[in-house]
Each structure stands twice: as C-alpha cells, then as structure tokens.
C-alpha cells in the first residue's frame, strides 16, 4: 500500500514532515518556554520584560484587554489554558476563582510580597482571598479610585465633594467622563442611591449596598441621570492621552477617571509645561469607586516549573524598584511600600499615605445584570 | 491533461475552502449565536427570537441604525459628488501624470485607520489644527467638528474619498470621450452632455465607488468610538460593544445578521444599475 523505497524524493517529503513538526513536539520534562499572560498594555515594561526572558530563558507572549468584562470574555472564550497570567480588579478576581478559571497562589513563593502596606498585606486585603476556603487568589499590584481630576482654577475644590460637580451646567460642554459603561452607570448609581436613600433598604442580592448590584427602579433613574449629563459632555474619553489633551488644553475643566492622566499632568507641569492648579478628588461625599489591580494565576497553571515561572514573574513585578518604574510610566499607585526610595513629592503625588482611603471604596465589580446595564448604556448612547 | 485537471481544481478548491472556512462558517456560526442568547456572559443554547425582537422593538438599537442608514448615504452621496470632479480632472487634464495623480491617492492607505484617526482626532479636537488656529486668531472654536457626528461625517470622506476617486477614475478611463465629442457636434450644451452621456455612461463606476463607502460607513464602529461623541453611537459601535465590553455576544451576533441582510439587499438593489465590462474592473478595457 505504502511506498516504501528509499528515494530522494521520500527523504525529502520525511525531511520536510519533520522539520514541520519540531516546534509542535516537545518532551513532557522540557522546561516551559512561554509565559503568556492577559494583561493592562500600561503595565507592560519592555526593559523588564527582555530583562525576564534572558534570565529565565522563555518568551514573555502578552496580550491586552481594556475592562475587566473584556478579560473575562477572553479567558472565558479562550479558557484558561491560553493563559498563564491574568489582571483583574476590584471583586473580579473572585469570579474567575469561583468559575475555576484561577488557581490558589502562595504568598510564601514569592518573596516580594513581604513589601506590601498594611492594607495589601495577605491578611488584610480579603478582596483577594476566596470568602468559602480563605484561600488567596492573587497578588495586589496597582491600586486606585475612579475620581475626579479637575481643573482648581475653574472648578472650585468644594464642587468637588459631591458627585453632583460632573452633572453641573455650570461645567456644560467642559466633562468629560470615560467610555467604560460598568463605571459610567455605577458611579451615576452612587448619586442617585444616595438621592432616592435606597441604600439602607433591602437590596436585591440581600447583601450590604454595591453599586454593582441595582434594583430596576434605580436603574431607571441612572439612566435619566446619564441622559441628562449627556448634553454636558464634550465626550467620553477612549484613551488616557486623549483626555491628557483635553484637560491641558482647558478644553475640560473636570473629569472621572483613574487619577493616572492626573499625574501625567502634574509630571508635565513639573517638566516645563504651563502650570496649572489640576487636583484629583478621590472619594465623594455620596461614596466613590476604587480599584486594585493584581496578578493572578490561571487554573491551566499546574504545580511545577511553569508555576514557578508565574510566581517568579510576579515577584519580580512587585519588586519595589520595577514597582516604582511602573507607576511612574502608568501614573498609578502602588500596593507595596515605596516610601523608603520615595521623595515627599513622590509619596503625595502616589497617594503613599493614603492607601488606608482604599477601605471606603466601593471595588470594580461585575454588573449584577449586564444584559439589563447594556440596555441602559445602549438607551443613553441613543438619546 | 491531467495536471490541467488537477491545475484547475486547484484554482477553484482553494479560494472555496477560503471562502467556506472564513466566510461561510464564521456566518453560519453568526447566524446560530443570533438565535441563543447569553446571560451574565454565558451563553444560553435555547432557540428564541428575542434578539431579533429586541432589534425590531427597542428604539435604541432603531436609532443606531437610521443614524447610521442617514450617516452612509450622506457620506456615499457627498463623496460621489466629489469624487467625480477629481476623477474627471486626472483623466481629462492630468496627461502622461495621471498614473502619478491616481497614485497619489492610494497614500493615505499606507498608514492605518487608526493613526489615521487619531491624526484626525488631533486635527478637529479642541485643541487641534483647526480650533488651535482660530483659538489664536481670536475667534471661538468650532464646537460642530469637535466630538460629533459632523466629526464623524468628515472622517468618513477624508478615509474614503480616494476608494471612490478611484473607482470613478477607473470608468472614465475607459469611457470613450469621442462620444462627449459627437453629442456637442450635434449641438448639445455640456450640461446635456454630462446628463445625457457621461454621467449614464459612466455609472456602474459610480454606483460601484458608492457602495465601496456605503457599506463601510453603514457597519463603521471606529470612527464613531474616536470622533462621534456623546450623541455619536453608531450602529457598528454599538455592535461592537456586544462583543466587547458588555459581553452580550448574542444580541450583537442578531445587530451582525441583520446588518449583513441589509447591505446584501442594498447591495443587490444597486447592482441592477452595474454593467461590470464599463467599471473598468474587468481588464477588458472599452468594448
């Protein structure tokens, strides 16, 4: 049936087969040679990530994603076997461990987790640990808050205390607010709960108050919100170096965002740019918004090598000097404790002492109907 | 005869397993999405038409789509009606530069949509070329081209205007001019002349450049996510947030189908005027 002769030709046609298959066939106790993790693009380091690779001889394979709804379709789709590493904020960490899409970690393999603040420390910071087995789930990275930066010049600090400044026609035509709509309707919900006094009231999950989680009526009343700031917007921002410009600009006087396009204010400031008084209000009077980004380890990650690889990854991505780097590239605050390599300007413009603030945040969640937050979103967009 | 055989099915199989494999299938699964549903970012194997009701009800997604059916034939109308005097100036006045000048319209595709965007977004932004000089001059800026669908309206004609110049190029390149020259020895005026014989003569061309800007404006999500604004969401945006943000995949699989019904049949309603051998694509020149 088969031709078996040795010619030039069946040589060749082996030789060719063979060539192609080699990169697919690999011996089962050949040290791993990816590490591919689904992550923010702000925090990629390429000095760092080469740096990785050398030392450890895999190909660092990074792949990106905007919102934290973004990465769980991802990894759902994908399944997480085609990642070894996951971002995640907020309580998103936790549903992924709940639908088994991540794998418990352990603080004691990675040596840099002793150099958190108090707040971050294993613990302390539940929000990282599974509430039915207390497991930890993850590493605290990057913390922050989805508050105000406004101009002081034109918008006065005490308009600031309430969220009722980014609904202002004082300000019409000068806020912006950014395009993710989770935070766009929970931030709005925090007004309006706080309006209607649903918040002590029995909440639909049964469970202490979460703008994540909406009663139909409050929904309705986000919407009308959200309809009526719309005619006060110049845009939803989609990018931080957009709303950059538009603040340096004076274009906007005040818009929500993740206090990173306040930094990167203040830093042009300090480099020569014309000085203007830009602040970022943090916390709200009706509440606000906070975030802490981490690193997480898919469940396709079994013990052994490739486990150790994401846990020496991770070390050295909350080492205190790559920590540093990374906040100042994406302008955001971090979980461990810089304040000994940190000057007085470094500690206030990273909110160094002010992490205990992260406690009366309401953390990133997922919505608690995103069929129901789309058509919500999808009716503002289209009055 | 033999490697002939194997020659020709090897022409023919390989582009139809392309098109079966990337076309075809990733419909068909379209097309299956649209009739589940998903819930809290699972997907729901149960048939229903809530989609499609949901599509057909909820003014929202109406609005999405007369905003983008409005937004598509403006744009498609604005760009023939500039497309045809450039066209018209290389062929009849551009001499041995006009390979040069048609070329010189293929520039802007060597840079991406996006950049080419963003480039856009610096350019009619508050702080951009335009607003930035009258802000100098003394005048208020332009609040219209700033974040809004007029935004969105001169993207679309800055990204598809050289698609169309071209397609228009192309016919009258192989129009036959001495029929322009009979009609006006037989007394017509020019305005006749366009009417009567260039403009008829010349229309699959420019039905094919409309179509060429129609169905991308139509399905369009980018420029409307960097320029459109507040009251810019169109109807490919928000399909995009379906598969994107909010995760409601089998709503945006429904948006997807009935998008690619309509351009079909709109598709299929033009091509009544095209008249493939006077397009130029053919390679077969006049005939």
């Known amino acids: 049936m088969f031709d078996t002769k040795l010619t030039r030709r069946s040589v060749l046609v082996a030789g060719a087969t063979t060539a192609l298959a080699m990169p697919f066939v690999r011996p089962s106790w050949a040290a791993p040679d990816t590490v591919r993790a689904l992550m923010w693009e702000a925090y990629l380091l390429p000095d760092q990530i080469t740096a990785f690779e050398e030392a450890n001889k895999v190909k660092f394979v990074p792949s990106f994603f905007d919102g934290n709804s973004e990465a769980y379709n991802k990894l759902r789709v994908g399944g997480s076997k085609e990642f070894d590493l996951v971002q995640a904020d907020g309580f998103w960490p936790q549903l992924y461990f709940r639908e088994g899409l991540l794998r418990a970690v352990d603080y004691s393999k990675v040596p840099n987790a002793s150099g958190y603040l108090p707040e971050f420390e294993a613990e302390a910071f539940k929000v990282l640990s599974d509430p039915k087995s207390g497991k930890k789930i993850g590493f605290p990275f990057c913390w922050g808050a989805y508050g105000i930066t406004y101009d002081a010049g034109k918008v006065q600090p005490e308009r600031t205390e309430t969220l009722e400044c980014m609904f202002s026609s004082d300000y ?83 818009a929500t965002e993740f206090a990173q396009v306040f930094r990167q204010l203040l830093t042009a400031e300090a480099q020569g740019a014309a000085p203007v008084d830009f602040r970022h209000a943090l916390k709200m009077k009706e509440g606000g918004l906070g975030w802490v980004d981490t690193w997480l380890v898919t469940s396709g990650v079994q013990d052994g090598a490739k486990f150790d690889l994401c846990n020496s990854f991770i070390d050295l991505m909350i080492s205190p000097a790559v920590m540093k780097k990374i906040g100042e590239v994406a302008g955001c605050s971090t979980t461990v404790d810089l304040r000994s390599i940190s000057n007085e300007t470094e500690r206030k413009l990273f909110l160094m002492d002010r992490s205990n603030e992260i406690a009366d945040l309401f953390m990133f969640d997922q919505p608690s109907s995103p069929e129901k937050w789309e058509r919500v979103w999808s009716n503002v967009q289209a009055a | 005869m033999q490697d002939a055989n194997l020659q020709r099915r090897l022409i023919l199989n390989i582009p139809t397993a392309f098109l079966l494999l990337f076309f075809v299938l990733p419909l068909t699964a379209l097309v299956v999405l649209s009739f589940w549903q998903t819930e809290n970012y699972k997907i729901v194997h149960d048939w229903t038409l809530m989609n499609y009701t949901t599509l057909a009800t909820e003014g929202a997604y109406i609005t999405f789509f007369l905003r983008s059916l409005v937004m598509a034939v403006g744009v498609s109308v604005t760009l023939v009606a500039l497309a045809w005097p450039i066209a018209y100036f290389i062929v009849r006045y551009g001499g041995r530069y006009r390979i040069i000048f048609s070329l010189l319209l293929v520039i802007p595709f060597l840079s991406g949509e996006v950049l080419r965007l963003i480039a856009l977004q610096g350019m009619l932004g508050p702080a951009g070329l335009v607003n930035g000089a009258l802000i100098r001059m003394g005048a208020a800026p332009l609040r219209m081209i700033m974040y809004s669908n007029a935004a969105s309206f001169i993207a679309f004609i800055y990204l598809y205007l050289p698609l169309v110049v071209t397609t228009v190029y192309l016919s009258l390149i192989n129009f036959d001019f001495r029929l322009a020259h009979a009609a006006s020895a037989c007394g017509a005026n020019r305005f006749r002349i366009f009417t009567e014989v260039v403009w008829p003569l010349n229309l699959s061309g420019t039905i094919v450049g409309f179509m060429l800007a129609f169905i991308p404006t139509l399905s369009a999500s980018l420029v409307p996510r960097f320029l459109g604004g507040p009251n810019g969401t169109l109807y490919g945006m928000s399909m995009a947030q379906q598969f994107g943000e909010s995760g409601t995949w089998a709503l945006g699989a429904a948006m997807g189908v009935v998008l690619f019904l309509f351009s079909a049949v709109a598709l299929a309603i033009l091509s009544y005027g095209v008249d493939l051998r006077r397009t130029g694509f053919t390679g077969l020149g006049r005939q």
């Open chain 1, 172 to 254: 019409s035509g000068m806020l912006s607010t950014s395009a993710r709509f989770e935070e766009n309707i929970a931030l709005a919900a925090l007004l309006v709960t706080d309006r209607l006094g649903s918040r002590d009231k029995p909440r639909p999950d049964g469970k202490p108050f979460n703008p994540y989680v909406l009663s139909d009526e409050e929904l309705a009343e986000v919407e009308k919100l959200l309809i009526q700031q719309k005619s006060l917007l110049l845009t939803r921002y989609q990018d931080n170096p957009t709303l950059f410009q538009l603040l340096q600009s004076g274009a906007v006087v005040a």
